[in-house]
């Protein structure tokens, strides 16, 4: 059931039962108001009758729902649990190149799907009648085409309509193709760690604090997995100051779990006082060239230029490791709606852009990211045509929103 129909199915039970009501208390005794003569004929005028016309109505609907419902009602879709696939996961990701996002599946809140030659994989989300894919799929890309086919006839035989969360323009072309329309969620930052270095004018900012950190004897630790469970009480402690009574986010933003922390590099934040703040490491499965961040949280109070110090850490030890590109993350609704023809939905999103520092910081998100990125690339949501656009949106954001299930 989609939204749209959900609400007209509304109106119209909300409008029946209205007339009902109204032709019921119309022809009580008591009633003051009455129908007018000419209209007597085309209405039930004993309320006994009009009662037991209701009742049988409603027993004849239930018997066409019971006959539509569970008659007609198609097989259930099966979808794999990455929990119990995960051995395989890691050797998709390590035969083809992975996304951004790939990482994101051992949060094991997502199902996934394999084409059925086995060479192109999909994680995905289901909320209401949509399926709503996460990141670009991977696999080999010459089977690209004919796998999204092939996802989008197992959808429809179950009565969903896919969305394409957070693509590039690797498949644009094949969406364009099945119908699909695109919406510009912003752009993500990069830096070129081959360029990165902290000398320079530029950088004698970023210079002075790093050097402020280091001499009050801070330090960023790389950690590797197995983590100990005196790390994992320090992580959890840190994580939960910083979310201060906030609900945890899912879907395409990791979240506190400690299998999911177990499975890459963590890098911790530790001063005179212990540990206070850490930044878990996100693999792009690219065979080394490319690397990202996902969580990162310090404790309230942490001193001024924290986010800086363990951005300016990361790089460094990046690149000592031979990755070419850090990943700094989304900066949402970042140079959407900027020229005069674009669309008004873009427009709008530009405005909320400009104005909605009260809801989500994105002016200050993109300042800080603009300090370090050397390039940004576009990232899109693609809906059918036929899709509400705002529908679409608000059932992705509640579904980053809604309480983690595994």
Same mark, same amino acid.
């Given at each position: 059931?989609?939204?749209?129909?959900?609400?007209?199915?509304?109106?119209?039970?909300?409008?029946?039962?209205?007339?009902?009501?109204?032709?019921?208390?119309?022809?009580? /005794?008591?009633?003051?108001?009455?129908?007018?003569?000419?209209?007597?004929?085309?209405?039930?005028?004993?309320?006994?009758?009009?009662? %037991?016309?209701?009742?049988?109505?409603?027993?004849?609907?239930?018997?066409?729902? %019971?006959?539509?419902? +569970?008659?007609?009602?198609?097989?259930?879709?099966? &979808?794999?649990?990455?929990?119990?696939?995960?051995?395989?996961?890691?050797?998709?990701?390590?035969?083809?190149? @992975?996304?951004?996002?790939?990482?994101?599946?051992?949060?094991?809140?997502? +199902? =996934?799907?394999?084409?059925?030659?086995?060479?192109?994989?999909?994680?995905?989300?289901?909320?209401?009648?949509?399926?709503? !894919?996460?990141?670009?799929?991977? @696999?080999?890309?010459?089977?690209?085409?004919?796998?999204?086919?092939?996802?989008?006839?197992?959808?429809?035989?179950?009565?969903?309509?896919?969305?394409?969360?957070?693509? &590039?323009?690797?498949?644009?072309?094949?969406?364009?193709? %099945?119908?699909?329309?695109?919406?510009?969620?912003?752009?993500?930052? +990069?830096?070129?760690?081959?360029?990165?270095?902290?000398?320079?004018?530029?950088?004698?900012?970023?210079?002075?604090?790093?050097?402020?950190?280091?001499?009050?004897?801070?330090?960023?630790?790389?950690?590797?997995?197995?983590?100990?469970?005196? =790390?994992?009480?320090?992580?959890?402690? =840190?994580?939960?100051?910083?979310?201060?009574?906030?609900?945890?986010?899912?879907?395409?933003?990791?979240?506190?779990?400690?299998?999911?922390?177990?499975?890459?590099?963590?890098?911790?934040?530790?001063?005179?006082?212990?540990?206070?703040? +850490?930044?878990?490491?996100?693999?792009?499965?690219?065979?080394?060239?490319?690397?990202? !961040?996902?969580?990162?949280?310090?404790? /309230?109070?942490?001193? $001024? @230029?924290?986010?800086?110090?363990?951005?300016? $850490?990361?790089?460094?030890?990046?690149?000592?490791? @031979?990755?070419?590109?850090?990943?700094?993350?989304?900066?949402?609704?970042? &140079? !959407?709606?900027?020229?005069?023809?674009?669309?008004?939905?873009?427009?709008?999103?530009?405005?909320?852009?400009?104005?909605?520092q009260h809801f989500y910081h994105f002016k200050g998100l993109k300042n800080f990211k603009l300090k370090y990125a050397d390039f940004w690339v576009p990232k899109y949501v693609a809906y059918r045509k036929k899709s509400s656009l705002p529908f679409t949106m608000a059932q992705i954001t509640l579904l980053i929103g809604q309480k983690r299930k595994k």
């Amino acid at each position: 059931m989609t939204w749209g129909i959900v609400i007209l199915d509304l109106a119209i039970v909300t409008v029946i039962t209205a007339m009902y009501v109204m032709i019921g208390y119309v022809n009580l /005794p008591s009633a003051k108001i009455h129908f007018p003569s000419a209209l007597q004929d085309y209405i039930i005028t004993d309320y006994h009758d009009l009662f %037991y016309s209701a009742v049988i109505g409603i027993l004849i609907a239930i018997v066409i729902f %019971y006959i539509g419902y +569970f008659i007609r009602t198609p097989k259930k879709m099966v &979808n794999l649990l990455s929990i119990e696939h995960e051995e395989a996961i890691k050797n998709h990701l390590m035969t083809y190149k @992975g996304t951004e996002y790939s990482h994101l599946i051992f949060l094991h809140d997502k +199902f =996934v799907h394999w084409n059925e030659k086995g060479t192109v994989l999909f994680s995905y989300q289901i909320y209401a009648d949509k399926i709503i !894919v996460l990141g670009d799929p991977v @696999g080999n890309e010459s089977d690209f085409l004919s796998a999204i086919q092939e996802f989008l006839e197992l959808a429809d035989r179950h009565g969903y309509t896919p969305v394409f969360y957070e693509i &590039n323009n690797k498949i644009f072309s094949a969406l364009h193709e %099945y119908g699909y329309s695109f919406f510009k969620l912003g752009e993500e930052a +990069f830096v070129d760690l081959e360029k990165f270095t902290l000398t320079g004018k530029e950088m004698k900012g970023s210079r002075a604090i790093k050097n402020k950190f280091e001499r009050e004897n801070y330090i960023v630790e790389i950690l590797s997995p197995p983590y100990s469970q005196e =790390v994992m009480k320090e992580l959890k402690e =840190v994580s939960t100051k910083w979310l201060q009574g906030r609900a945890e986010k899912g879907f395409s933003l990791g979240f506190f779990d400690e299998h999911y922390l177990s499975t890459s590099n963590i890098a911790i934040l530790r001063g005179a006082q212990g540990t206070f703040g +850490f930044a878990s490491i996100m693999p792009m499965y690219d065979r080394g060239e490319r690397v990202s !961040v996902d969580l990162m949280r310090f404790k /309230p109070g942490s001193p $001024s @230029g924290t986010m800086d110090f363990i951005f300016l $850490s990361l790089f460094e030890w990046a690149k000592s490791e @031979g990755y070419r590109v850090f990943n700094m993350g989304m900066s949402p609704l970042s &140079n !959407v709606g900027q020229s005069r023809y674009s669309f008004l939905s873009e427009k709008i999103a530009a405005q909320i852009f400009l104005h909605g520092q009260h809801f989500y910081h994105f002016k200050g998100l993109k300042n800080f990211k603009l300090k370090y990125a050397d390039f940004w690339v576009p990232k899109y949501v693609a809906y059918r045509k036929k899709s509400s656009l705002p529908f679409t949106m608000a059932q992705i954001t509640l579904l980053i929103g809604q309480k983690r299930k595994k």
